[in-house]
Structures are given as C-alpha cells and as structure tokens.
C-alpha cells in the first residue's frame, strides 16, 4: 500500500510538525503579552510550519537514499 520512501516522508513530516508544535507552543507561553494568537493558533501553525519542512526534508532524503 504505501512504499518505503513515501512511508519516510510521511514520518519526517509528522516529527518536524510535532517538533514545530512544541516550539510555537513554548514561545507563546513564554510570551507574556495578551496581544497575538492564542496558544491553539501558535500550535497549529507550528504544526504545519514544521510538517512543511519535515516534507521537504524528507524528499530530498528520499532523493539522496535511491
């Protein structure tokens, strides 16, 4: 059903955009302003940040391993 390298990708992706969620996360609580998005917004847009580049990253490993 799914190969190997697509398997890869998808992986890499998630763990960068789990990553990507605890930074955006961290930073908007240690922020101490009210002004800005809440906590919710800063983890999915650290999600999706990070699984952006997670994909990226993970194409071009798929790329160097064949």
Same mark, same amino acid.
């Given at each position: 059903?799914?190969? *190997?390298?697509?398997?890869? &990708?998808?992986?890499? *992706?998630f763990?960068?955009?789990?990553?990507? =969620?605890? &930074?955006?996360?961290? /930073?908007?609580? /240690?922020?101490?302003?009210?002004a800005?998005?809440s /906590?919710?917004?800063?983890? *999915?847009? +650290?999600?999706? =940040? +990070?699984?952006?580049? +997670? *994909? &990226?990253? +993970?194409?071009?490993?798929? /790329?160097?391993?064949?």
């Amino acid at each position: 059903m799914i190969d *190997a390298s697509l398997l890869s &990708i998808l992986t890499t *992706a998630f763990l960068y955009g789990v990553g990507g =969620a605890v &930074i955006g996360g961290v /930073l908007r609580l /240690l922020n101490k302003s009210e002004a800005g998005p809440s /906590l919710s917004q800063s983890l *999915a847009v +650290g999600f999706l =940040a +990070g699984g952006c580049i +997670g *994909a &990226i990253v +993970g194409m071009f490993d798929s /790329l160097l391993d064949s």
